[in-house]
């Protein structure tokens, strides 16, 4: 052994040894999984850029999507050491979803330049003008040339680029600054510098697709999570939690969004059905966290919360395609608006009953890579139903065929010995590592501040804390008619409170299609600026039921777990009797 293999053994033992570093040398936990997920973005960025060349420079939107996930990522990162900090040095377990995190770094990246001194193409201060001084070697470049496009690009792409199709497509994507800079007279000597965002650098359309793949998992992931036989064993108030909380909601967000905020009825439905959805994703690790303890577990209140949570998110996304299609069918005859639901319900089971039973037996049980073909065809079927139905415009038979055929490949799944934990859900949970910061951060990259309409923003929020209260009575008497005490009713209504994963998925689809209509769809539909304003709207209601419920839901769900549920826990409950005692 040689003196600098010592010292390498020597240094990493220390290292090893050391509280704060023993993490890190191996990485390992969340350190080596945060660690991971940077470097295969640099990676990945890096590849890019070699093998595409300039297309995939700073400034496009290979390079924003990868910003946007690894910053959100990081976001999530924050909110889970936040967490960590309050029960570490204040003692209060709240476990914050990391998915915050990552929604607030998409409306951060829309909202906040990152052209500004010495970052980005065009040199820009604060007052939006160019520096006098540029330490850059583009200070060399012609002023025609410092415009708000990509560098390195031909001139006959660029033509293309400013064609009236192309800037129609992007028209929603760049600032108001930009689309003034088009046809304006630039000054040789005083030309203005326009601020660039990570969230105008995405591409509309890719926008749109990659979360239109999100909403695909999310729906394969339900309906493999539904399992035939606890359905078949549930009691009629797993059934109630299921539909009663969904259903008032959305009645409720439909009637008030229509007196208070002036929507057409069914454009009211459709938002009632977007918020009345409940986020697994917040309320599984919470409630994970009380059962490891013995809270509500004799009276099995998880299983029953967490059995209905996927089911709750079905009747939703249902709700929603149907009034969906029904709100763009306007102008269409009486009897196709009439069999518009039905039809829909048709396409959906009939597709998704046929493609699960293709995935049950193609590839068979003993086919050598049987785990990779079973995801492969599970995800291209949901691919194919979710574009497909978009294509014949029945949107909603798309949702209800993706979670169907992945209900239907998963029963015979079972049968073989495959539960909840089988390997195509667990290529799915991987495909959710990525997926989750690209669907909340995307959802953030919608939001400008500057173009939120502040006279509506307080209704919107009447309308969604008076929807919440209803939804809360309604899940109480929802539980009704059981074992469950009073207490426990009431808790009941607190964890069936966050939202977060359905609202990001299906948040910009109205705005999505309202863009989307033809000139003589809009002869039909009416005023264009009425419904871009309405997609706004939802949009923002979409995020604001996240930002409110999300963080309050998880807090409800920890803080008054242990003061309104029984533990089967010894320790636990001694806890709870010295709790009474010192009140006392």
Not at 69 to 91: M, T
Not at 319 to 341: E, M, N, Q, R, V
Not at 472 to 479: L, R
Not at 502 to 510: D, H, R, S, T, Y
């Amino acid at each position: 052994d040689g003196p600098i293999k010592r010292a390498y053994m020597q240094t990493k033992l220390q290292l090893q040894e050391n509280k704060v570093t023993q993490k890190c040398f191996p990485p390992e936990g969340e350190v080596a999984t945060t660690l991971t997920l940077i470097l295969t973005i640099i990676a990945i960025f890096i590849s890019a850029r070699v093998v595409l060349g300039p297309i995939a420079d700073i400034g496009g939107t290979i390079f924003a999507l990868l910003m946007l996930i690894l910053v959100a990522l990081l976001g999530g990162k924050l909110v889970l050491l936040f967490s960590w900090a309050l029960l570490r040095f204040c003692k209060l377990d709240i476990r914050l979803p990391p998915l915050l995190g990552m929604l607030i770094v998409g409306i951060l990246l829309k909202n906040i330049p990152y052209n500004f001194g010495q970052f980005g193409r065009t040199e820009c201060t604060a007052d939006h003008k160019n520096t006098t001084f540029s330490g850059s070697i583009h200070e060399l470049d012609a002023p025609e040339d410092h415009g708000s496009w990509k560098r390195s690009i031909p001139d006959d792409i660029q033509a293309e680029f400013d064609g009236d199709e192309f800037l129609d497509r992007v028209a929603r994507s760049v600032g108001v600054a930009s689309d003034d800079s088009h046809g304006k007279t630039e000054k040789m000597d005083d030309w203005e510098c326009h601020p660039r965002y990570i969230g105008h650098d995405l591409d509309p359309s890719i926008s749109r697709t990659l979360r239109s793949i999100c909403l695909t998992v999310i729906l394969l992931m339900a309906g493999l999570e539904l399992d035939p036989v606890a359905l078949m064993k549930l009691s009629a108030m797993v059934v109630r939690a299921t539909f009663i909380p969904c259903f008032v909601e959305a009645i409720m967000v439909a009637i008030l969004s229509n007196l208070i905020l002036g929507f057409p009825w069914t454009v009211g439905f459709m938002l009632g059905f977007v918020l009345a959805a409940v986020s697994p994703a917040v309320i599984i690790p919470c409630l994970m966290s009380l059962s490891s303890r013995g809270y509500g577990v004799a009276k099995g209140i998880p299983t029953l919360v967490i059995a209905a949570c996927s089911a709750d998110d079905v009747v939703a996304i249902s709700g929603f395609g149907i009034f969906l299609g029904l709100t763009f069918s306007k102008g269409a005859p009486l009897w196709k608006l009439i069999l518009h639901g039905p039809i829909e319900v048709i396409i959906g089971v009939s597709f998704g009953v046929f493609w699960g039973l293709l995935a049950q037996w193609i590839p068979n049980k003993g086919h050598r890579h049987v785990a990779f073909f079973r995801w492969l065809v599970l995800l291209g079927g949901g691919l194919i139903a979710l574009f497909g139905a978009h294509l014949i415009h029945y949107d909603g038979a798309g949702g209800l065929a993706t979670i169907i055929m992945a209900f239907v490949a998963g029963m015979q799944w079972r049968k073989e010995g495959w539960g909840d934990h089988n390997p195509v859900t667990k290529t799915f949970k991987r495909m959710w590592i990525i997926l989750e910061p690209v669907i909340f951060a995307l959802i953030g990259t919608e939001i400008q501040v500057d173009k939120i309409n502040m006279n509506t923003l307080g209704l919107s929020i009447v309308v969604l804390l008076i929807a919440l209260l209803v939804r809360m009575v309604g899940t109480y008497f929802a539980v009704c008619g059981g074992e469950l005490t009073r207490k426990e009713k009431i808790f009941m209504a607190f964890a069936w409170l966050p939202k977060a994963t359905v609202q990001a998925a299906l948040g910009p689809i109205f705005l999505d299609n309202v863009i989307k209509q033809t000139p003589e769809q809009w002869e039909v539909l009416g005023n264009k600026e009425e419904w871009t304003n309405m997609g706004n709207d939802i949009l923002t209601l979409a995020v604001l039921s996240i930002l409110i419920t999300a963080p309050i839901g998880a807090v409800c769900i920890l803080g008054f777990g242990p003061k309104l549920l029984s533990s089967d826990n010894p320790e636990e409950q001694s806890e709870e009797e010295k709790d009474v005692e010192s009140k006392h």
